[in-house]
């Protein structure tokens, strides 16, 4: 038993760019009086895979086919718009390359 859970644990997919992901950026614009950190529960409550950085914002590594607009009204959906929205756009080439590399690692 011990051993099967060992093979399907190294089998398992890593939070990594895969070849049928799509990189995508989202930024959370909280409205002035509420609580920002209102966006992450969104980004929770969709299960996606992400990276938090700096000024609500997140790299969502999302499975194809999606585009960033089908991303922004699924992370829309999930909020409440009295207490913010959503803008998704392409990531910089340089947050491409650190996920490509590795540096950038996703969490669920």
Request: charged share 25%; glycine share 4%; no cysteine.
């Amino acid at each position: 038993m011990i051993t099967i859970l060992l093979v399907l644990a190294l089998h398992a997919p890593k939070a990594t760019a895969m070849t049928n992901d799509v990189l995508l950026k989202a930024r959370y614009n909280a409205v002035e009086g509420t609580d920002p950190e209102y966006g992450q529960g969104a980004i929770e409550r969709n299960e996606l895979r992400h990276h938090p950085l700096p000024h609500l914002e997140w790299l969502i590594l999302a499975e194809a086919p999606v585009n960033a607009s089908e991303l922004q009204t699924k992370l829309n959906d999930a909020v409440d718009p009295k207490h913010g929205s959503f803008v998704v756009v392409s990531p910089t080439a340089e947050e491409e390359e650190q996920v490509r590399s590795g540096k950038i690692t996703f969490q669920r």
